[in-house]
DNA sequence: AGCACCGATGTTTACGTAAACATCAGCGGA
DNA sequence: TCCGCTGATGTTTACGTAAACATCGGTGCT
C-alpha cells in the first residue's frame, strides 16, 4: 500500500480510499491510485482488514460426509445464500457426527477467520458434549439442539407420517421400514413418525430394518425384503436406500408396484429417473441453507446468540411410479 | 491478550508463547496463563496472527454446482487433503463456469484470506480470458491450463476410448454417444474419444447427441434413442445422463442390456444400484482432490508457480450388467 | 477583503499478534 | 567473590489497514 502511495504520488489513505470506493476522492487522483495499484499488482490486505474492521466475511460450515445427497446440496445452498449476503464459507468435513469430531472442527475452524458456524449434522453430538468455541454464533441443522442453538430442520416427522399414510391410503396392510442409522437425529425422527403412523392407523408394526443411508445397504435388506411375500409396501430412510431396496426387487422378480411399492426420502434428482420412478418425500435443501445463513447472520449482527428458534422447513411428498395400490387392494377390485 | 496477560500477571508476550506451544516457559507460568485463558475465554485473534505470520491456513476453492455428484466427490476430497496437510477450505459456487464468473469467484476468494486457489472447473474459461489474482498459487482440475497452470484431471481420454472399445468388443456395430455439454472441457474430450474410438475400429460415427449432465436430458434423449431399433449401444457421457437413459428404455420396453446395452461415465455410488446395474467409467475422486493438493502446496510453500505439470489420474472401467452382447451378435451365437 | 465553511487529502493511531531484542535472576567455575 | 553464561520473561516494534483527527486550499457570503 505504502508503494501505491508513493507511484501515485499520495498518501496511504488516499489509496485506501480508493480501495475503499468512497467517493471524496478527486476523479483524477483516483485514476492516479488507481493506475499504480494495477501497475504494482497491489491488492488490500485481508488480515490486515480483518483485523482493523473485526469482521471476516466468512462463515464456518462442519459438514459430514459431504458427498452424500442431502449434505452437499444443504452445503450448496448455504453457500449460495452465504453469498447472497457477502459472505464466504469455510469448510471442515468430519468422518462421524460424534461430539468429539464435531468440537475438534469447530476448534479448527474458530482457528480460522470465521464469524459464525453452520453445524449441518450433529448428530451423535449432545447439547451437552458439543464445546464451542466462545461467544461464536451458530446454527444448527438439528432440532434435537432446540433450546441450546438456533436450529433449523425439514419437517421430517411430517415427511414420514406422510409417506407412510400414503402407502396405507393405496390399501397396504403396513408399511416395512429401512432406516438410516441409529446413531442420527433425523433417521430416528423418521423412524418414530413412521412407527405413530402406523400405531395411528391400529396396524402391525415390523421390525424396523437398520440401515445406513448407503445404497449397498438397502440392496441387503431389500433382498430379505424381497424374499418375504408379506412384504408390499416399503418407506426407506433416504432416496438412496431405496434405489439399493428396488434393484434387490428387481433381482427378485418382485414387480414395482404392483407386489411391491417403495417409498424414498429426499427428493434427489436422480428419484425421478431411478425404475420406476420414485415416489419420495422432498425436502427443499436450499430454503434450509437460507434459513441456517438467515439466522446466523442475525446472530452475527446483533452479536448476541438467539437460544430457543427453531425453523422448520416443510416437505414434499412427491408420488411417482413407485407406489400403487396393494395386491390386496387391486385384487378386490378385478 | 492484554487482559490474559494482567490476569495471570505475566507480560503478553508469555502469553503469545503458551499460546503458540513453545517449551521456554516455566510450567507454573504456563498453567497460570492456561487458566487465565480458559477464565477469560481467550483464543487468539487470527487476523492478527496471519497478519504478522503472513499466512492463513486456508485454500480456496472455486466449485461449479456442487450439488452435482462428480463435483462434490471432488471438494470432499479436496477438503480431505487439505486438512491431512493443516490447512482448511474456503468455498465459492459459481452458477456457470464462464470466465467472467471464475474471474469473479477468484476476486471474491482473493478478498478473503487464502494462501492458493483450487478451480474445479473452469469449462468455457480459457488461460488467456482468465484473470487471476496476483502471484497467487493456483491449481486447476482441467487438463486445457496445461501449460499456464498446473493441471490435475482424470484420464478422460482413456475412459472413454475404453468404453467405447468395451462395447465394440461385445459385437456392437457401433456406439451412440449422449454427450455433456459443449462448453464443457472433460464433455468435449469424452465425444473426442468416442469418435476416435470409433473411427479407428472403422465404424460409423453416429451423431453426437447433446445433453446437460443431468438425468432429466438424459431421460429426453433416451426416448429418440428407444424409438430407433437401430440402437444397441450408448455411451452416456456421465452417470446420471445413462439412469435417464436408463429409464426412457424401461418405458418404452426395450429390454437392458438384451436389446440396448448403456455405459455411464463418474461411478457415482449409485451407478451400482440402478437397474441394471450400471457398467461404469469410474474416476479417482479423492486421488484427483490429493493430487490437486498436492501440487497447490508445492506452490505455496515454495512461494513460486508450477507452469507445465499436468497430473492425469487413471480412470477403471468396471462392468457390470447394463452391458452385454449384441443382440445381432446373440443372434448369430444361437 | 475577510471570514466561515467544505471538500480533498495528509497524519496519527489502534487493531492483536509474534519476532527481535533487552533484561534479569540464578548458577557454575575460576 | 566475581564473571559470564543460560534460561525465563519483559519491552519494543512491525505486520497492513482504516478510523479519527488535522490540515490546507478554495468558494461563497457579507
Redesign the pocket.
Known amino acids: 500500500?505504502?508503494d501505491?502511495?508513493a507511484l501515485a504520488?499520495?498518501?496511504?489513505?488516499?489509496?485506501?480510499?480508493v480501495?475503499?470506493g468512497?467517493?471524496?476522492?478527486?476523479p483524477?487522483?483516483?485514476r492516479k491510485v488507481l493506475t499504480a495499484m494495477a501497475e504494482l499488482g497491489?491488492?488490500?490486505?485481508?488480515?490486515?482488514?480483518a483485523?482493523?474492521?473485526?469482521s471476516y466475511g466468512t462463515l464456518g460450515v462442519i459438514a459430514h460426509r459431504l458427498a452424500r445427497t442431502g449434505e452437499s446440496r444443504t452445503v450448496e445452498a448455504v453457500v449460495e445464500a452465504a453469498r447472497a449476503q457477502g459472505y464466504t464459507v469455510t469448510l471442515v468435513d468430519v468422518e462421524s457426527p460424534s461430539s468429539d469430531e464435531v468440537t475438534a472442527a469447530a476448534a479448527r475452524l474458530s482457528h480460522q477467520a470465521i464469524d459464525g458456524l453452520v453445524i449441518i449434522r450433529a448428530e451423535t453430538a449432545t447439547p451437552d458434549t458439543l464445546a464451542l468455541p466462545h461467544r461464536m454464533p451458530v446454527v444448527v441443522s438439528d432440532s434435537r439442539f432446540v433450546g441450546h442453538h438456533p436450529a433449523v430442520g425439514a419437517d421430517q416427522i411430517d415427511g414420514a407420517r406422510r409417506a407412510t399414510q400414503h402407502l396405507l391410503g393405496l390399501g397396504h396392510a403396513t408399511v416395512h421400514h429401512v432406516a438410516g442409522p441409529a446413531d442420527s437425529g433425523p433417521a430416528q425422527m423418521r423412524a418414530d413418525a413412521w412407527r405413530a403412523a402406523l400405531t395411528e392407523a391400529g396396524r402391525d408394526v415390523p421390525d424396523v430394518l437398520r440401515g445406513d443411508w448407503t445404497a449397498g445397504t438397502g440392496y441387503e435388506i431389500g433382498r430379505e425384503l424381497a424374499a418375504d411375500l408379506d412384504v408390499t409396501a416399503v418407506f426407506c430412510a433416504n432416496d438412496e436406500t431405496a434405489a439399493g431396496v428396488l434393484r434387490a426387487l428387481h433381482e427378485a422378480g418382485r414387480r414395482v408396484p404392483a407386489d411391491v411399492s417403495v417409498v424414498g426420502f429426499d427428493g434427489i434428482p436422480l428419484a425421478e429417473h431411478l425404475w420406476p420412478p420414485l415416489t419420495t418425500v422432498v425436502q427443499d435443501f436450499s430454503g434450509i441453507g437460507r434459513a441456517l445463513v438467515d439466522l446466523l447472520l442475525q446472530q452475527v449482527r446483533d452479536g448476541r446468540a438467539l437460544d430457543d428458534v427453531h425453523t422448520l422447513v416443510p416437505v414434499e411428498l412427491v408420488v411417482r411410479a413407485s407406489t400403487g395400490p396393494a395386491p390386496g387392494a387391486r385384487r378386490r377390485d378385478s
Open positions: 500500500m505504502a501505491v502511495a504520488g499520495v498518501s496511504s489513505q488516499t489509496v485506501s480510499r480501495s475503499m468512497l467517493d471524496n476522492v478527486r483524477e487522483t483516483r497491489y491488492s488490500a490486505n485481508v488480515a490486515a482488514r483485523l482493523r474492521y473485526g
